[in-house]
T-cell receptor, first 113, second 111 residues
Framework: DSGVTQTPKHLITATGQRVTLRCSPRSGDLSVYWYQQSLDQGLQFLIQYYNGEERAKGNILERFSAQQFPDLHSELNLSSLELGDSALYFC????????????FGQGTRLTVV | GNSVTQMEGPVTLSEEAFLTINCTYT??????LFWYVQYPGEGLQLLLKATKADDKGSNKGFEATYRKETTSFHLEKGSVQVSDSAVYFCALSASWGKLQFGAGTQVVVTP
């Protein structure tokens, strides 16, 4: 158990819909990262938050957004969903400091039909 | 930009065979390097890491050495078990902790 909790584990939704994925980081970790894993794109970094503030942005679509709340949990919002958004979405957290390892949640498998 | 290249799989081995997965990287500065493992249906777990040149990371019989001169971080294990069957990802972190992953290498170990 990594200590990072993601909900839900599975999500099936229709095209055009909006979903919210939730992540609770390990206790004490201030950084939260979101990654997308798909067969064609592999593991792609989407976005990072540190103590409530956006820190870095990767290949995140404009239809996607995220935030980190004062209790440090994070949510990833995906809207106007397309079939190609079907993927495994991982959240990870890490403690401050260079070289700190990231601990990953079990992921949310999103299927858009 | 930064990138990680690792050998394509699947790599199929017999139990007790020697495993090598090649990983090379391109990055500015001095990134930290990682190997993560993903077992079927699970999230990624850190296998080992190295934060500076010539560091050797090791865990569960796996080893990798940070080679700056060849920009490589090859993963090795002397004697694999069936339980080592998984997908292995090489990754680098150059800034703020975000990870740049390679494509992953599936390893299949047969009894």
């Amino acid at each position: 158990d990594s200590g990072v909790t993601q909900t839900p584990k599975h999500l099936i939704t229709a095209t055009g819909q909006r979903v919210t994925l939730r992540c609770s980081p390990r206790s004490g970790d201030l950084s939260v990262y979101w990654y997308q894993q798909s067969l064609d794109q592999g593991l792609q970094f989407l976005i990072q938050y540190y103590n409530g503030e956006e820190r870095a942005k990767g290949n995140i679509l404009e239809r996607f957004s995220a935030q980190q709340f004062p209790d440090l949990h994070s949510e990833l919002n995906l809207s106007s969903l397309e079939l190609g958004d079907s993927a495994l979405y991982f959240c990870a957290s890490s403690s401050p400091g260079g070289g700190a390892e990231a601990f990953f949640g079990q992921g949310t498998r999103l299927t858009v039909v | 930009g930064n990138s990680v290249t690792q050998m394509e799989g699947p790599v199929t081995l017999s139990e007790e065979a020697f495993l090598t997965i090649n990983c090379t990287y391109t990055a500015t500065g001095y990134p930290s390097l990682f190997w993560y493992v993903q077992y079927p249906g699970e999230g990624l777990q850190l296998l080992l890491k190295a934060t500076k040149a010539d560091d050797k990371g090791s865990n569960k019989g796996f080893e990798a050495t940070y080679r700056k001169e060849t920009t490589s971080f090859h993963l090795e294990k002397g004697s694999v078990q069936v339980s080592d069957s998984a997908v292995y990802f090489c990754a680098l972190s150059a800034s703020w902790g975000k990870l740049q992953f390679g494509a992953g290498t599936q390893v299949v170990v047969t009894p």
